[in-house]
Nanobody, 123 residues
Framework: QVHVVESGGGLVQAGGSLRLSCAAS????????VGWFRQTSGKERELLGR????????YYADSVKGRFTISRDNTKNTAYLQMSSLKPEDTAVYYC????????????????WGQGTQVTVSS
C-alpha cells in the first residue's frame, strides 16, 4: 500500500512563496507519477500540474503556469510544489496524488492521495 503525505502548507502574504512537499512510501518512488491538485469549499478539485516518473516532463495548468514549479527527488522519495507570486485566490487545500504508471491530467486515474495541506494567502 502506498502512503502519501503532504507538508509545508501555511499562511503566507500575497506575493510570497511557499514550497509543499509530497512524500510517498510503500513503493519505489520512481515507479510513481505525481499530480498536484487543490480544492476550495464548494468547488471541484483542480489539477495544478503533474510530473513524470523520471521528473523529465511536467505539465502545468494555465492558472499556475509561470508561478508554480513541480519537481521531484527520487532519491528522497519526495515531490515538490514550489509556489511563488501567490495570490489570495490560491487559498485552498492542496493535495498530492500518485499513480503507478504515466502521469495523467485526470484526478480519477490517481490511486493514492494524501490528506491535504491548507494554504492560505492573505491580501
Amino acid at each position: 500500500q502506498v502512503h502519501v503525505v503532504e507538508s509545508g502548507g501555511g499562511l503566507v502574504q500575497a506575493g510570497g512563496s511557499l514550497r509543499l512537499s509530497c512524500a510517498a512510501s510503500g513503493r519505489t518512488f520512481s515507479e510513481l507519477s505525481v499530480g498536484w491538485f487543490r480544492q476550495t469549499s464548494g468547488k471541484e478539485r483542480e489539477l495544478l500540474g503533474r510530473i513524470s516518473r523520471s521528473g523529465s516532463n511536467a505539465y502545468y495548468a494555465d492558472s499556475v503556469k509561470g508561478r508554480f514549479t513541480i519537481s521531484r527527488d527520487n532519491t528522497k522519495n519526495t515531490a515538490y510544489l514550489q509556489m511563488s507570486s501567490l495570490k489570495p485566490e490560491d487559498t485552498a487545500v492542496y493535495y498530492c496524488a500518485a499513480r503507478a504508471g504515466p502521469s495523467s491530467l485526470l484526478s480519477s486515474l490517481y490511486d493514492y492521495w494524501g490528506q491535504g495541506t491548507q494554504v492560505t494567502v492573505s491580501s
